[in-house]
Structures are given as C-alpha cells and as structure tokens.
C-alpha cells in the first residue's frame, strides 16, 4: 500500500540516516518545533507498511502527553489506514502489522513489555525518561522476521534527566565500552527547518530567557549544562589535621536517608569564617536504616583526621521524623533508629523545606561570582560525592532548582547542611556584629554632667 507523507528536508534526512544498516540509534532534533513527534508517527507507519505483521513501539513519558500528541495524531493522520484497538493501546493495519502506543514513567511500568517483541521503538521527548527505562528498551527490540532491521529512534531537546547521556553520546561522541560509535547518529532540526509552524511561534522561543531559548531555538547544548551545579577551580582541597578545639566546636553532619533510594551522608567542619569543609561522603544503597546508622557511626569514630569526634549536630531530612506503622499498636520513625546507634550527645535537627532558598544557597557557595568557594571538599574521602553531583540536573520547570531524579540524594544531603551552617554563622555573625555596634555607642557617648544641670 502506498501512502504519501509530506516531509520537510531535515525529516527525510532523518529517514535516509535510519536505513543504513549499521545504524541501531537515531537521535532526531536537539531544538524545539522541529517535527520531532510528527517524525515519530510517520516511520512507524512506513515501517508498519513495509514489513508485514511487524510490531512497532510509540513511547512517551507520561499518558495524557502520549494520547494527545500520538494517539490523537494517528487517528487524524492516517484514518483510511488504521483501526483503533483502544482497549490494548495499539493501532492495526490491514498487512497485520500493529503499532502500539504506551508511557514509562518509572521502572515499574516497564513490566507491560516483558516478553515483548518490537522491530522498531521511538521514544519522543527522550530527555525525559529515566535511564533505567532506556537501559530496559534494548532487551525488547528484536524480530524473527527475515530481513527486517531492528531500530530506534530517539526525539528530544536540550535539558532533563538524560541531558547529560544524549549529550555525551550525540554531541560529544563520546561512547562507553559497551556502545558502538557506528550504530548511532544525530540529525539536528530546528524550528527554521519546519515550515508548517507559524512565525509567531518562533517569536514565542526568542522570547524565552536566554538559556532556554539558546537551548530551544538554537539548539544549544551547553546553555543547559545538564548539572545543575558548577564547580569552582578551588572546590577540591587536600586533607588537614583537626585540632581538638575545632573537633569539639565545629563538627557538624547532614543525612538524608532513602527507602526505595539511597543514604548519603557527609560530615563536615566550619571554621571561623564560615567557610564550610566538607570531610567524607557516606552513601549506600538497598541498606537498612540500622545498617546505614551503624556504618556511619563507625566511619566518623574511625575517621583519623578528627580522632572520632563526634559532631554537635547532624542536619536531617525533616521527613525522617515521620512515623510508620510497623505493627497494629507501634509506630517507628527513621530518625529513631539513627538516634540509637549513633552518639547520644548528637543533636539531630530538622533540616529546611525550602528547596528554592536552600539550592541557591549551596550554588552560591560552590561557585561565587567573586573570591573563593565557601563549600569545600576533601579530595580523597568525596569521589562518590563529585561523581554524583555532577548528574543533578536543572528542573526544566523551575530552573532555580534541580528535577526530582534518582541520584539526587547527595544533593539533597548537601544542601541541607549547607544551609543549615550558613544559617548558623550568618545569625552568630550577626549577634557579634550588633553586641559590637552596641558597645561601640556606648563608649563613644559622651557622660552627662549632673553637676551642671
């Protein structure tokens, strides 16, 4: 059956990349208005087309996006060839070929393909998907249909969770042991490349501030860095010997503890400055809260550039204080078991709901305008916590603070000490400053002279 698609250059472009047989993986647009998810739903069809009884995969990130943009879209743009199955999210063509549309928000919903085959997956709006969900793709792309070439193509923009993978893997070309530079291509389109989208929409793009709108007009990559946070030249610093004076008055530690994510925590020393020195990272993963809490203990009781001492207070995920029910008449809290295993001279304080304030603090302190980082790491004791700040990504959303995204833990636990300590030497800072300007009036007021009144 023959159908006529009009595409634009960039689109054929992209069609012509994907019939090279060693290609695997197209990514296609990199900005946005550039005919990402039309693409999508027009090499499904030609794919279906051509190879009877094929079985070809639409994914988007969430329900609402998939049905309005490709359900919608199939049914409007290619009715004379389609019959709606509904009930089982898929299309049907009259060779038996069938599309199937679905939505993976996190790993669970992965679990709709196991055993699936599909000879073809498209991914629109990847930058979106949690890697976990992408690593999944590869083990249901396959055929037992001769001659027919297993492929994926991948659509998206600048920013999100992946920001960082599509950026190392199309832009950079940089591959890891296990990917085949061969098997993937990039075709860039941008809002010029599509003529079927009106002026007023590229108006709406310049618009935008300037990082978004380098990123989605212009397709710019390193306008949205993918990490939320950079680094000052002088963030990494060496190890030094505590004095016990420093131990005793300016230990401090941040938690943040995860159920279904991991436990990171660090332990820190302010000194007198403010200037906040981050010691040694803790970070574990599918542990127990009394594991996690034991760990911890042990780590600062052995670490030898403080001796063991303990900090005075450990700044913690205010939801730790929350209760469980463990049996019908007990409840439990984690903070509970923290405060168990660990010193009980530890002061265990709730840590800030405000993300906003709290972000913008810590970014400030990694990386100033003017002078020296005020958040400092110690090189050998913090490889874990450099690896993963690195993956925080800008919240596309709200830019002034990082996507909820697995990984995130270390940034949650940092920020919260960060805060918690400015808070702490800027309000003591503040105390000294007016005791100062205090005394400094009444000294220089002069006396009154009773006897002459």
């Not at 699936?116 to 991914?123: D, K, L, N, P």
Request: glycine fraction near 6%.
């Amino acid at each position: 059956m023959d159908i006529k698609i009009d595409l634009h250059p960039r689109q054929v472009q992209a069609l012509n990349e994907l019939k090279r047989q060693e290609i695997k993986v197209e990514f296609f647009g990199g900005a946005r208005g550039g005919g990402k998810s039309f693409l999508s739903r027009a090499y499904a069809i030609l794919r279906a087309l051509k190879y009877p009884r094929s079985n070809h995969l639409i994914l988007r990130r969430s329900f609402p996006e998939l049905f309005r943009t490709h359900t919608l879209g199939l049914q409007r743009e290619y009715p004379e060839i389609l019959t709606h199955q509904e009930r089982f999210h898929r299309f049907t063509l009259p060779n038996q070929s069938v599309i199937e549309y679905g939505f993976a928000e996190c790993e669970a919903d992965l679990s709709k393909w196991q055993g699936s085959e599909f000879s073809t997956i498209i991914v629109d709006e990847v930058q979106f998907m949690d890697r976990v969900i992408i690593d999944y793709l590869p083990t249901i792309l396959r055929t037992t249909i001769p001659g027919l070439p297993v492929k994926m193509l991948w659509t998206g923009n600048p920013g999100g969770r992946m920001h960082s993978e599509l950026k190392r893997m199309f832009i950079d070309r940089k591959f890891k042991q296990n990917e085949n530079p061969a098997e993937y291509t990039f075709v860039k389109s941008l809002v010029a490349d599509n003529p079927s989208l009106p002026a007023s929409y590229t108006e709406q793009l310049k618009s935008l501030p300037e990082h978004l709108r380098k990123a989605y007009l212009e397709g710019s990559w390193d306008s949205l860095m993918g990490s939320f946070f950079s680094l000052h030249p002088h963030v990494l610093e060496e190890p030094s010997d505590l004095t016990e004076d420093d131990c005793r008055k300016r230990l401090y530690g941040s938690l943040d503890y995860g159920v279904s994510h991991a436990t990171s925590f660090g332990l820190h020393y302010m000194d007198l400055k403010g200037r906040i020195h981050r010691l040694f990272s803790y970070l574990a993963s599918e542990v127990t809260a009394d594991q996690n809490a034991i760990e911890i203990a042990d780590r600062i009781k052995t670490f030898t550039h403080t001796r063991g001492a303990q900090p005075l207070k450990v700044f913690a995920d205010a939801s730790m204080w929350s209760e469980s029910r463990l049996t019908q008449s007990t409840y439990w809290s984690p903070i509970e078991t923290f405060m168990k295993h660990m010193d009980k001279a530890i002061q265990w304080v709730p840590a800030t709901r405000d993300k906003q304030w709290s972000c913008q603090i810590l970014k400030g302190m990694l990386d100033p305008k003017e002078g020296e980082p005020m958040y400092v790491v110690w090189r050998p004791y913090n490889q874990s916590w450099v690896e993963e700040m690195a993956r925080v990504e800008i919240d596309m959303n709200r830019p002034e603070v990082y996507t909820k995204a697995p990984g995130d833990d270390v940034a949650d636990e940092t920020r919260y000490g960060a805060a918690a300590m400015y808070s702490l030497h800027n309000d003591a800072s503040r105390a000294q400053s007016l005791r100062t300007e205090a005394r400094q009036r009444s000294m220089g007021q002069p006396k009154k002279d009773w006897y002459s009144m």
